[in-house]
């Protein structure tokens, strides 16, 4: 199977070219920006053809929760046209998408964790343009699956993990948020998965019903929980302090409870999935090597 990962620069797409070598079933295309860009559709039509593509990890979105504010219409061309020219191209070679969507499809004001049918009521420009992106993929009819995730973090790119070690090491005290809870995500776990439902026995799943799942580590955290473990397993001794999110005040609106049940992905597709504070602790000796 000839498989592309766009958006292979990223943290997710940058862990799944770690494991490609574990998965000798799979010939991998490893495409991002300015290589391939998913928002021409003639270019990246061209690319499936010619390149005998049989299925996509879409790793390519626009993931600038604030910034997407102020560029809504950029964001709105990456997380929906660019998913919709992903379809339209794999429809010419019969091939299969996995594509990866967020928490923030949610409001926050659920406050038990959100099963993958519960009503979404995204809150920001973000959200929005990711439902939007969903829902191209699951009213196709291409073989396809949409995984929803939350907190990505990873020893690659910049993410908040990262942000938390350079303060930790300039500040001797910080503020970081409390009343936002969902869960990290270790990316290299989320790339581990992706790989197995596409060569794992059961995957048969991906098709043309446009299943949704949600996936992120095991456990619950809020922002504040997470750069305390980020300290503590790091070997900082910045002291992290509680502040509400009206303290911290950002031109997205956040969901304050984001917590994702993954009950289905463990199901159907037999996996294990760690809890949140192992991972990290896996992603920190990795950085700190």
């Known amino acids: 199977m000839r498989v592309l990962i766009t958006g292979s620069n990223g943290q997710l797409g940058s862990e799944i070219k770690e494991l490609a070598t574990n998965y000798s079933k799979l010939d991998f295309i ?40 102020e560029e809504s219409i950029i964001a709105t061309k990456v997380n929906y046209e660019g998913v919709l020219n992903l379809v339209n191209a794999l429809k010419k070679v019969n091939g299969k998408l ?25 809150i920001g420009v973000y959200g929005k343009t990711k439902r ?83 996936y992120s580590n095991e456990g619950v955290a809020s922002w504040y929980d997470f750069a305390i473990s980020i300290m503590e397993l790091g070997g900082e001794n910045c002291k992290v302090k509680p502040i509400q999110t009206k303290d911290y005040p950002t031109l997205a609106k956040r969901p304050q409870y984001s917590v994702l049940n993954k009950f289905k992905i463990k199901t159907d597709f037999k996996i294990e999935i760690p809890y949140w504070r192992d991972s990290l602790k896996d992603c920190l000796e990795k950085i700190k090597s």
């Open 30 to 69: 490893f495409k991002d920006l300015p290589e391939l860009d998913i928002c021409n559709f003639n270019l990246l039509e061209s690319f499936i053809i010619d390149n005998n593509i049989n299925a996509v990890i879409n790793c390519a979105a626009y993931t600038a929760v604030d910034k997407a504010e």
């Open 132 to 214: 939007a992106g969903e829902l191209v993929v699951m009213n196709s009819d291409i073989d396809s699956i949409v995984i929803r995730t939350s907190w990505l973090y990873s020893s690659h790119g910049n993410n908040f993990v990262k942000t938390m070690l350079r303060l930790g090491s300039e500040k001797e005290n910080l503020g970081v948020i409390f009343d936002q809870v969902g869960t990290p995500t270790y990316a290299r776990d989320l790339a581990k998965t992706c790989l197995e439902i596409l060569t794992g026995a059961n995957s048969l799943k991906i098709s043309k019903d446009g299943n949704l799942y949600h």
């Open 98 to 122: 996995i594509h990866i969507s967020t928490d923030y499809v949610f409001d926050g004001d659920h406050f038990f964790p959100y099963k993958e049918l519960d009503p979404v009521s995204p």
